[in-house]
């Protein structure tokens, strides 16, 4: 079992930037792989970014180009740094361990979820 403390959302206009922190504990981290994911007021859970033990990435077409995911072995944690938001990114954002070692953009594939922190974009 992984323990995940998410950090760093907020509320930012449109166009700016943000970058989460998901510290993980519980596991060897440099051994699996890492997830983000995203829920919206109303909708389901939905993939964002995932990023292998090696640092393989993988994308959401919604985010592409404009987040990019990254992992820190040494210190245990995942970032997510989010640029150009726009208000359709206004979610609760989970980060997730996953249970191999390949990015995968399957929730199935992750076994430990965070407690989410919320980003929100203003217009």
């Known amino acids: 079992q992984v323990q995940l403390v998410e950090s760093g959302g907020g509320l930012v206009q449109a166009g700016g930037s943000l970058r989460l922190s998901c510290a993980a504990s519980?596991?060897?981290?440099?051994?699996?792989?890492m997830g983000w994911f995203r829920q919206a007021p109303g909708k389901g859970r939905e993939f964002v970014a995932a990023?292998?033990?090696?640092?393989?990435?993988v994308y959401a077409d919604a985010v592409k180009g404009r987040f990019t995911i990254s992992r820190d072995n040494a210190e245990n944690t995942v970032y997510l740094q989010m640029n150009s938001l726009k208000p359709l990114d206004t979610a609760v954002y989970y980060c997730?361990?996953?249970?191999?070692?390949?990015?995968?953009?399957?929730?199935?594939?992750?076994?430990?979820w965070g407690q989410g922190t919320q980003v929100t974009v203003s217009s």
């Open positions: 519980g596991r060897t981290f440099s051994t699996y792989a």
């Open positions: 997730a361990a996953g249970l191999w070692a390949l990015a995968t953009e399957n929730p199935a594939d992750f076994g430990s």
């Open positions: 990023i292998s033990w090696s640092g393989s990435t």
